[in-house]
Protein backbone atom coordinates (compact mmCIF):
# COMPACT_ATOMS: atom_id res chain seq x y z
CA UNK A 1 0.00 0.00 0.00
CA UNK A 2 1.40 3.19 -0.78
CA UNK A 3 0.50 6.57 0.77
CA UNK A 4 0.69 9.50 -1.79
CA UNK A 5 -0.07 12.98 -2.59
CA UNK A 6 -2.19 13.80 -5.82
CA UNK A 7 -0.63 16.98 -6.88
CA UNK A 8 -0.52 20.16 -5.77
CA UNK A 9 0.03 21.60 -1.86
CA UNK A 10 -0.26 24.97 -0.47
CA UNK A 11 2.52 27.40 -1.56
CA UNK A 12 2.24 30.00 1.56
CA UNK A 13 3.67 28.79 4.48
CA UNK A 14 2.14 27.67 7.77
CA UNK A 15 1.85 30.46 10.50
CA UNK A 16 4.43 32.02 11.65
CA UNK A 17 6.80 31.14 8.17
CA UNK A 18 7.51 33.65 5.69
CA UNK A 19 5.78 33.97 2.56
CA UNK A 20 8.85 34.00 0.56
CA UNK A 21 7.11 33.07 -2.54
CA UNK A 22 4.45 35.17 -2.66
CA UNK A 23 7.11 37.76 -2.29
CA UNK A 24 9.48 37.06 -4.64
CA UNK A 25 6.69 36.79 -7.57
CA UNK A 26 6.12 39.57 -6.28
CA UNK A 27 9.36 41.50 -6.62
CA UNK A 28 9.93 39.43 -10.49
CA UNK A 29 6.78 40.93 -11.82
CA UNK A 30 8.04 44.67 -10.31
CA UNK A 31 11.14 43.94 -12.43
CA UNK A 32 12.96 43.96 -9.08
CA UNK A 33 14.80 40.68 -9.28
CA UNK A 34 15.53 38.08 -12.16
CA UNK A 35 14.67 34.94 -13.29
CA UNK A 36 16.83 33.59 -11.80
CA UNK A 37 16.71 34.79 -8.27
CA UNK A 38 12.79 33.72 -9.03
CA UNK A 39 13.46 30.15 -9.60
CA UNK A 40 16.03 29.58 -6.57
CA UNK A 41 13.23 30.69 -4.15
CA UNK A 42 10.82 28.62 -6.10
CA UNK A 43 13.36 25.74 -5.50
CA UNK A 44 13.61 26.46 -1.54
CA UNK A 45 10.19 25.90 -1.42
CA UNK A 46 9.89 22.85 -3.21
CA UNK A 47 12.26 21.21 -1.28
CA UNK A 48 10.39 22.49 2.16
CA UNK A 49 7.05 20.69 -0.01
CA UNK A 50 8.89 17.73 -0.48
CA UNK A 51 10.43 17.76 2.99
CA UNK A 52 6.95 18.14 4.25
CA UNK A 53 5.82 15.44 3.01
CA UNK A 54 8.11 12.73 3.84
CA UNK A 55 7.91 14.25 7.38
CA UNK A 56 4.31 13.54 7.12
CA UNK A 57 4.91 9.39 6.18
CA UNK A 58 3.93 9.39 2.64
CA UNK A 59 5.68 7.31 0.18
CA UNK A 60 5.44 8.60 -2.89
CA UNK A 61 5.92 12.35 -3.67
CA UNK A 62 4.82 15.06 -5.62
CA UNK A 63 6.93 18.06 -5.97
CA UNK A 64 3.56 20.49 -5.43
CA UNK A 65 3.58 22.35 -8.11
CA UNK A 66 5.03 24.69 -6.62
CA UNK A 67 6.32 26.62 -9.89
CA UNK A 68 3.37 26.26 -11.66
CA UNK A 69 1.10 29.30 -11.87
CA UNK A 70 -1.75 26.57 -12.16
CA UNK A 71 -2.58 23.05 -14.39
CA UNK A 72 -4.01 24.53 -17.19
CA UNK A 73 -1.13 27.71 -17.79
CA UNK A 74 2.21 25.22 -16.98
CA UNK A 75 1.39 23.27 -20.07
CA UNK A 76 -0.17 26.23 -22.37
CA UNK A 77 2.55 28.20 -22.24
CA UNK A 78 5.03 25.99 -23.79
CA UNK A 79 2.57 24.43 -26.53
CA UNK A 80 2.43 26.24 -29.68
CA UNK A 81 -1.28 27.49 -30.70
CA UNK A 82 -2.32 28.78 -27.03
CA UNK A 83 -2.11 32.18 -25.81
CA UNK A 84 -3.32 32.75 -22.41
CA UNK A 85 -6.53 34.84 -21.55
CA UNK A 86 -7.54 36.58 -17.89
CA UNK A 87 -8.34 34.67 -14.82
CA UNK A 88 -11.39 32.42 -14.76
CA UNK A 89 -13.13 30.31 -11.81
CA UNK A 90 -11.80 26.52 -11.96
CA UNK A 91 -15.24 24.49 -11.45
CA UNK A 92 -16.89 25.20 -8.41
CA UNK A 93 -13.88 26.02 -5.97
CA UNK A 94 -12.94 29.05 -4.77
CA UNK A 95 -9.31 29.26 -6.92
CA UNK A 96 -8.99 30.86 -10.28
CA UNK A 97 -6.49 30.22 -13.32
CA UNK A 98 -5.49 32.21 -16.60
CA UNK A 99 -7.79 30.72 -19.18
CA UNK A 100 -5.59 29.28 -22.49
CA UNK A 101 -7.03 30.36 -25.36
CA UNK A 102 -6.20 27.70 -28.51
CA UNK A 103 -5.47 30.05 -31.63
CA UNK A 104 -3.71 27.43 -33.92
CA UNK A 105 -2.56 24.15 -34.23
CA UNK A 106 -1.29 22.46 -31.11
CA UNK A 107 2.06 20.73 -30.90
CA UNK A 108 4.82 20.26 -28.54
CA UNK A 109 7.84 22.32 -28.97
CA UNK A 110 10.04 20.41 -26.46
CA UNK A 111 10.01 18.77 -22.44
CA UNK A 112 7.79 21.24 -19.99
CA UNK A 113 8.30 19.81 -16.76
CA UNK A 114 11.45 17.42 -17.12
CA UNK A 115 13.97 20.21 -15.44
CA UNK A 116 11.13 20.34 -12.96
CA UNK A 117 11.00 17.13 -12.12
CA UNK A 118 14.51 16.29 -12.14
CA UNK A 119 15.15 18.79 -9.72
CA UNK A 120 12.62 16.99 -7.70
CA UNK A 121 13.94 13.76 -8.29
CA UNK A 122 17.19 14.88 -6.89
CA UNK A 123 15.85 16.70 -3.69
CA UNK A 124 13.10 14.09 -2.57
CA UNK A 125 14.25 11.65 -0.75
CA UNK A 126 11.73 9.17 -1.05
CA UNK A 127 10.46 8.59 -5.14
CA UNK A 128 8.66 11.42 -6.93
CA UNK A 129 5.71 11.23 -9.92
CA UNK A 130 5.27 13.90 -12.31
CA UNK A 131 1.63 14.92 -12.71
CA UNK A 132 0.34 15.84 -16.31
CA UNK A 133 -2.66 17.61 -17.33
CA UNK A 134 -4.58 15.41 -19.33
CA UNK A 135 -5.89 16.34 -22.74
CA UNK A 136 -9.67 16.50 -22.70
CA UNK A 137 -9.06 18.37 -18.96
CA UNK A 138 -7.07 20.85 -20.99
CA UNK A 139 -9.32 21.43 -24.11
CA UNK A 140 -12.31 21.82 -21.56
CA UNK A 141 -10.64 24.55 -19.83
CA UNK A 142 -9.68 26.44 -23.03
CA UNK A 143 -10.88 28.93 -25.37
CA UNK A 144 -10.88 27.06 -28.71
CA UNK A 145 -11.22 29.74 -31.29
CA UNK A 146 -8.61 27.67 -33.75
CA UNK A 147 -10.29 24.72 -34.45
CA UNK A 148 -13.25 23.89 -36.14
CA UNK A 149 -14.19 20.52 -33.89
CA UNK A 150 -13.44 20.19 -30.36
CA UNK A 151 -12.47 16.38 -31.13
CA UNK A 152 -9.72 17.54 -33.39
CA UNK A 153 -8.45 19.76 -30.54
CA UNK A 154 -8.31 16.91 -27.99
CA UNK A 155 -6.59 14.16 -30.45
CA UNK A 156 -3.62 16.90 -31.12
CA UNK A 157 -3.11 17.74 -27.26
CA UNK A 158 -3.32 14.33 -26.68
CA UNK A 159 -0.09 13.21 -29.16
CA UNK A 160 1.26 16.43 -27.31
CA UNK A 161 0.95 15.39 -24.32
CA UNK A 162 2.12 12.42 -25.16
CA UNK A 163 5.63 13.21 -26.22
CA UNK A 164 5.64 14.98 -22.85
CA UNK A 165 5.56 11.95 -21.11
CA UNK A 166 7.47 10.26 -23.28
CA UNK A 167 9.99 12.73 -22.33
CA UNK A 168 9.56 12.15 -18.91
CA UNK A 169 9.61 8.68 -18.93
CA UNK A 170 13.28 8.45 -20.36
CA UNK A 171 13.56 10.26 -16.50
CA UNK A 172 13.36 6.83 -15.02
CA UNK A 173 10.35 8.16 -13.33
CA UNK A 174 8.40 5.72 -11.25
CA UNK A 175 5.04 6.69 -12.16
CA UNK A 176 3.39 9.42 -14.15
CA UNK A 177 0.14 10.62 -13.11
CA UNK A 178 -2.42 11.91 -15.66
CA UNK A 179 -5.46 14.30 -14.15
CA UNK A 180 -8.71 13.89 -16.34
CA UNK A 181 -11.40 15.91 -14.21
CA UNK A 182 -13.57 17.39 -16.86
CA UNK A 183 -14.50 14.11 -17.79
CA UNK A 184 -16.74 13.54 -14.85
CA UNK A 185 -18.79 16.67 -15.59
CA UNK A 186 -18.98 15.85 -19.84
CA UNK A 187 -19.63 12.37 -19.44
CA UNK A 188 -21.33 12.03 -22.99
CA UNK A 189 -18.09 12.55 -23.97
CA UNK A 190 -16.61 9.08 -22.68
CA UNK A 191 -15.91 7.33 -26.26
CA UNK A 192 -14.06 10.88 -27.46
CA UNK A 193 -12.10 10.22 -24.37
CA UNK A 194 -11.36 6.80 -24.73
CA UNK A 195 -9.79 7.30 -27.81
CA UNK A 196 -7.58 10.26 -26.48
CA UNK A 197 -6.54 8.10 -23.42
CA UNK A 198 -5.14 5.30 -26.23
CA UNK A 199 -2.79 8.16 -28.05
CA UNK A 200 -1.65 9.77 -24.78
CA UNK A 201 -0.39 6.45 -23.40
CA UNK A 202 0.78 5.22 -26.69
CA UNK A 203 4.53 3.67 -26.18
CA UNK A 204 4.53 4.44 -22.36
CA UNK A 205 6.54 1.69 -20.48
CA UNK A 206 5.94 3.79 -17.10
CA UNK A 207 3.65 3.28 -14.69
CA UNK A 208 0.50 5.09 -15.19
CA UNK A 209 -2.21 6.74 -13.52
CA UNK A 210 -5.14 8.29 -14.07
CA UNK A 211 -7.13 10.90 -11.55
CA UNK A 212 -10.06 12.23 -11.34
CA UNK A 213 -11.68 14.21 -9.03
CA UNK A 214 -15.36 16.56 -8.07
CA UNK A 215 -17.30 13.48 -8.68
CA UNK A 216 -17.80 9.72 -9.05
CA UNK A 217 -17.80 7.76 -12.23
CA UNK A 218 -21.16 6.33 -12.23
CA UNK A 219 -22.51 5.81 -15.92
CA UNK A 220 -18.39 5.24 -17.40
CA UNK A 221 -17.75 1.68 -15.61
CA UNK A 222 -16.77 -1.05 -16.29
CA UNK A 223 -15.41 0.80 -19.85
CA UNK A 224 -13.34 3.44 -17.09
CA UNK A 225 -11.35 1.05 -15.71
CA UNK A 226 -10.76 -0.58 -19.27
CA UNK A 227 -8.32 2.82 -20.02
CA UNK A 228 -4.47 2.11 -20.74
CA UNK A 229 -3.63 2.97 -17.45
CA UNK A 230 -1.80 1.01 -14.61
CA UNK A 231 -4.24 2.52 -11.84
CA UNK A 232 -7.39 4.87 -11.30
CA UNK A 233 -7.46 7.84 -8.65
CA UNK A 234 -11.06 7.92 -7.70
CA UNK A 235 -13.06 11.06 -5.38
CA UNK A 236 -14.68 9.29 -2.60
CA UNK A 237 -15.27 12.32 -0.71
CA UNK A 238 -17.24 14.14 -3.33
CA UNK A 239 -17.35 10.62 -5.96
CA UNK A 240 -18.69 8.55 -3.32
CA UNK A 241 -21.24 6.30 -5.52
CA UNK A 242 -17.54 5.17 -6.88
CA UNK A 243 -17.35 2.87 -4.03
CA UNK A 244 -19.87 0.49 -5.29
CA UNK A 245 -18.41 0.40 -8.67
CA UNK A 246 -14.78 -1.31 -7.36
CA UNK A 247 -15.65 -4.25 -7.77
CA UNK A 248 -15.50 -3.61 -11.48
CA UNK A 249 -11.47 -3.20 -11.51
CA UNK A 250 -9.82 -5.49 -13.32
CA UNK A 251 -7.51 -8.23 -12.16
CA UNK A 252 -4.20 -6.56 -12.32
CA UNK A 253 -4.90 -2.79 -12.25
CA UNK A 254 -5.09 -0.56 -9.20
CA UNK A 255 -6.95 2.01 -7.33
CA UNK A 256 -6.34 5.61 -6.02
CA UNK A 257 -8.48 5.66 -3.13
CA UNK A 258 -9.24 9.52 -2.66
CA UNK A 259 -10.14 9.46 0.95
CA UNK A 260 -9.38 12.54 2.50
CA UNK A 261 -11.29 15.95 2.01
CA UNK A 262 -8.82 17.76 0.49
CA UNK A 263 -11.30 20.41 0.74
CA UNK A 264 -12.73 20.59 4.07
CA UNK A 265 -10.35 21.70 7.21
CA UNK A 266 -12.28 18.99 8.92
CA UNK A 267 -10.27 16.13 10.58
CA UNK A 268 -11.46 12.61 9.19
CA UNK A 269 -11.81 10.07 11.78
CA UNK A 270 -9.03 7.59 11.33
CA UNK A 271 -10.33 4.73 12.76
CA UNK A 272 -13.16 5.57 9.99
CA UNK A 273 -10.16 5.94 6.94
CA UNK A 274 -8.91 2.07 8.41
CA UNK A 275 -12.03 0.59 7.95
CA UNK A 276 -12.49 2.10 4.67
CA UNK A 277 -8.91 0.99 3.27
CA UNK A 278 -9.59 -2.41 5.05
CA UNK A 279 -13.04 -2.64 3.57
CA UNK A 280 -11.66 -2.10 -0.20
CA UNK A 281 -8.34 -3.83 -0.09
CA UNK A 282 -10.90 -7.11 0.23
CA UNK A 283 -11.60 -6.21 -3.34
CA UNK A 284 -8.57 -4.95 -5.01
CA UNK A 285 -5.23 -6.31 -3.12
CA UNK A 286 -3.67 -3.85 -0.76
CA UNK A 287 -0.27 -4.03 -2.87
CA UNK A 288 -2.55 -2.69 -5.31
CA UNK A 289 -3.77 0.16 -3.56
CA UNK A 290 -2.58 4.32 -3.12
CA UNK A 291 -4.14 6.34 -0.82
CA UNK A 292 -4.18 9.57 -1.21
CA UNK A 293 -6.13 12.86 -0.43
CA UNK A 294 -9.82 13.22 -2.98
CA UNK A 295 -8.05 16.40 -5.30
CA UNK A 296 -4.96 18.59 -4.79
CA UNK A 297 -4.47 20.32 -1.30
CA UNK A 298 -4.16 23.55 -2.62
CA UNK A 299 -7.60 24.45 -0.81
CA UNK A 300 -6.39 24.07 2.75
CA UNK A 301 -4.43 25.98 5.25
CA UNK A 302 -0.47 24.75 4.95
CA UNK A 303 -0.72 23.39 8.41
CA UNK A 304 -4.27 21.46 7.97
CA UNK A 305 -2.77 19.83 4.90
CA UNK A 306 0.04 18.38 6.85
CA UNK A 307 -1.89 17.49 9.87
CA UNK A 308 -4.28 15.52 7.27
CA UNK A 309 -1.45 13.75 5.46
CA UNK A 310 0.07 12.42 9.12
CA UNK A 311 -3.58 11.18 9.58
CA UNK A 312 -3.89 9.76 6.03
CA UNK A 313 -0.29 8.05 6.35
CA UNK A 314 -0.84 7.15 10.33
CA UNK A 315 -4.43 4.99 8.80
CA UNK A 316 -2.13 3.48 6.25
CA UNK A 317 0.51 2.13 8.49
CA UNK A 318 -2.71 1.15 10.61
CA UNK A 319 -4.43 -1.05 8.18
CA UNK A 320 -1.39 -2.83 6.77
CA UNK A 321 -1.47 -4.40 10.76
CA UNK A 322 -4.83 -6.08 10.23
CA UNK A 323 -4.94 -6.38 6.52
Known sequence: MIATAVGNYPKTPAPPGEPKLRRAIAKFERGEIDRGELERVEGEVTKDVLAEQVKAGLDLLTDGQIRWEDGQTYFARKLSGFSIDGLIRYFDTNTYYRQPVVKGKVKWKGPIGLKDYRFAQKEGERPVKPVITGPYTLARLSQNRGYHSFEELVMDL????NQEALSLQEADSPWIQFDEP????????????ERAMEILTSGLRVKTSLYTWFGDIEGLSPRFFQLPFDLFGLDLVRGQRSLKLIDEVPKGKGLGLGIVDARNTKLESERE????IKRVSQIV????????????????????TYQKLVL??????QAEEVI
Open 273 to 276: LVEL
Open 158 to 161: ASAL
Open 182 to 193: AILKHKEDFPLF
Open 312 to 317: MAQAVR
Open 285 to 304: PPERLHINPSCGLEYLPRER
